[in-house]
């Protein structure tokens, strides 16, 4: 299954401003922070996730957002298995340095469960009900597990 690209150019940035970026952003007793991507037209949030030092400066350096995955103790490149990547158009950080936006344009599915975003689940009448379909078999395309 061939997964359409928007054909956006990543962000980039140069070595000196990765620096200023990773010199500003607080990151945890474990060294992570914590990302929320969010898709750069429409302002829906997709998902959250976890960066460390390394997966701000690839993200920055590459275009392509990378995270930490805690279950693997892993850099985690999304979209590596799945091909639903995620392209940077712009890293943000907040007031206080210890969370990022990061506004994307997702290609794909963005959670693992194969639904546009990791949000797809909404307390209703007192249930937790599912909202949003899945949009890809994630087990015929491959899963990004985190």
């Known amino acids: 299954m061939s997964i359409p690209s928007s054909g956006l150019s990543p962000a980039t940035y140069l070595d000196a401003a990765i620096e ?3 010199g500003a952003i607080k990151f945890d007793s474990q060294g992570l922070v914590p990302a929320i991507a969010q ?3 429409s302002g829906e949030v997709l998902m959250m996730a976890w960066m460390d030092r390394d997966a ?4 920055m350096r590459t275009g392509r957002v990378c995270y930490w995955s805690r279950s693997r103790q892993a850099p985690w490149r999304k979209g590596d298995t799945s091909g639903h990547i995620q392209t940077l158009v712009d890293l943000r950080v907040d007031c206080d340095g210890d969370t990022l936006l990061v506004l994307v344009d997702q290609t794909g599915a963005a959670c693992h469960t194969g639904r546009h975003n990791c949000f797809f689940r909404a307390i209703r009448g007192g249930t937790l009900e599912t909202i949003a379909p899945v949009m890809v078999d994630m087990d015929t395309t491959g899963k990004d597990r985190a």
Do not use: F
């Open 39 to 41: 898709q750069h037209d």
């Open 20 to 22: 200023q970026a990773l």
């Open 56 to 59: 701000v400066a690839e993200t």
